[in-house]
């Protein structure tokens, strides 16, 4: 009787049954069953076996429905530090009543004897694998061919389902592998030995602030960099500002996903800023023969720029990945700026709980995208109310990160835009004019010192620049110095964007208008409409 099938339990399980792929024109899916049963074989046998392979495989990675259950059992009792061989297996099975759709106690053992050696097992168990990807990418390819066959079918809904699955496909299948330190440390001294031949000390992607770069020797790849502000500080203003300089100073490629304003609100912002022309005037259109002129001649180089934008409303963080890894791999983008994370939604994580805790959902999943990727992005947020309420000169502080201290957490770099005008201290300590000044406060620096970073801010265009926008005068008022290694002739003679008539150095930034709609207005939280 012991050794009888438990015919009276009914066969289930905790794991989920998968069945194995139907035939795709005729032909039998991808498969190595000879394989699977020499890694199961190995794994009751040898401890080690099932440390190599355990982390490669799941249970839908058999081809055989049998295999299936007995995986999921020795990953049972892996999972709970218990021993694995032919006995436990078996017993696992009984007592889950999978003991028959296992294939019986004489086919388990069977799987044992069969081994010689396990030498080869982490090989074989990749194989299997392989074999699984092809299997799911017919898969995945027979549903795309029924849902484009059928014509009640939206196709962008059809081509949206289609990129999900291939690239759940490769998340589930192609986790990174352990770095060797000797690796490791070559490819670091490779990129100190390359940021030493730079003779601005930039290592990351620049911005083309000064004293931000030297600050923090450009935004470095596979870094998370929040921006933070109150209403009407400028923060679209100023990534506008710091994008347009990356593509057009430098020839990198940058995306911006704006989920407030739309493609033709942002790129009007930025030919305001380029060719120095109020947004109203652009708006309404009300511009002299020779401001058509001066927009045409400006523009030039701004329309020819790397510069990719999104707009896409309320954008969850599933498209945000597929559509980054698409970019980098059509345009080789080097710089993602988000507008702004607290409109973004977490997908399939919505609903299963608090709003804070889907932020920090969100938050996590963009820092995994920096890394995946390899370039920084700057995630733009608000800040709470706390700023306005408390007295003194109302800057802000990390704790007034709105909605989740997972963000503080998760950035390497937090930066605040505060402009002291704002709040009328028109002078700073040193008596310095605060009129048209905007500071970048970077208030968490991971890999780096903590300051603050004086710039320009022209309202009227809505830009942000360099103080020593006039290179005579590298050191005006308070504002940080033109980094020593560059000359200033070596500056004018690189950059086609210094006006050798007027003496100033062109770095665009957003449009801004008085009474279209501004994305640093929350009407939530009242208050006046930003400029």
């Not at 429905?65 to 049972?76: C, V």
């Not at 694995?84 to 759709?101: F, M």
């Amino acid at each position: 009787m012991e050794n009888q099938p438990d015919k009276s339990r009914k066969t289930t399980s905790k794991f989920t049954k998968v069945t194995a792929p139907l035939n795709a024109m005729g032909k039998v899916p991808p498969q190595a069953v000879d394989l699977e049963k020499a890694v199961l074989g190995a794994m009751m046998l040898e401890k080690n076996a099932v440390t190599d392979t355990i982390d490669i495989l799941s249970q839908e990675s058999f081809y055989d429905p049998k295999h299936q259950y007995i995986f999921g059992t020795i990953k049972e009792l892996f999972g709970t530090s218990k021993p694995i061989d032919i006995l436990t297996v078996t017993n696992q099975l009984k007592k889950n009543g999978e003991l028959q759709a296992a294939g019986g106690a004489a086919y388990i053992s069977q799987l044992t004897s069969r081994i010689a050696s396990t030498a080869h097992v982490e090989f074989h168990a990749r194989v299997i694998s392989e074999k699984y990807i092809k299997r799911e990418l017919i898969r995945m390819s027979s549903e795309v061919m029924k849902d484009a066959y059928d014509e009640t079918n939206d196709v962008f809904d059809v081509l949206n389902k289609a990129e999900g699955d291939l690239f759940k496909i490769a998340e589930n299948n192609m986790g990174k592998s352990v770095d060797v330190l000797q690796n490791v440390v070559r490819e670091a001294i490779e990129e100190i030995e390359k940021a030493a031949q730079n003779p601005d000390g930039i290592s990351g992607v620049p911005t083309g602030f000064y004293g931000l770069d030297k600050l923090t020797a450009g935004f470095q790849r596979s870094d998370m960099i929040v921006l933070a502000a109150r209403p009407a500080m400028g923060k679209t203003a100023f990534v506008l500002s710091l994008a347009r300089n990356t593509a057009v100073q430098f020839n990198m490629g940058v995306a911006i996903f704006s989920l407030e304003m739309s493609s033709v609100q942002l790129v009007k912002r930025l030919i305001s800023a380029e060719a120095r022309l109020p947004a109203e005037k652009l708006r309404k259109g009300d511009l002299r023969e020779d401001e058509f002129q001066q927009l045409h001649s400006r523009i030039t180089k701004l329309s020819t720029a790397p510069l990719y934008i999104d707009d896409t409303p309320g954008i969850s963080i599933f498209d945000l990945r597929a559509k980054c890894r698409r970019l980098k791999m059509q345009y080789d983008i080097q710089m993602v700026v988000i507008d702004y994370l607290q409109l973004m939604t977490a997908g399939g994580a919505k609903g299963q709980g608090n709003r804070e805790q889907e932020i920090s959902s969100i938050s996590r999943s963009i820092k995994e995208i920096a890394k995946e990727l390899n370039i920084p992005i700057i995630a733009l947020s608000q800040l709470s109310r706390s700023v306005e309420q408390r007295g003194g000169d109302k800057k802000p502080v990390l704790s007034d990160l709105r909605e989740s201290g997972a963000i503080e957490q998760d950035a390497d770099i937090v930066s605040f835009i505060y402009r002291p005008e704002y709040y009328g201290f028109l002078q700073d300590e040193d008596g310095n004019s605060n009129a048209g000044i905007g500071e970048i406060i970077i208030a968490k620096h991971r890999n780096g010192a903590l300051d603050s970073v004086r710039l320009r801010f022209i309202k009227e265009y809505a830009r942000f620049e360099n103080i020593e926008s006039n290179f005579d005068a590298p050191g005006m008022s308070g504002g940080p110095a033109a980094p020593a290694a560059i000359s200033n002739e070596s500056i004018t003679a690189k950059n086609s964007n210094f006006d050798q008539e007027s003496g100033t150095y062109t770095i665009p930034s957003k449009m801004n208008s008085l009474d279209e709609e501004n994305e640093d207005f929350d009407p939530s939280e009242g208050g006046e409409a930003p400029f």
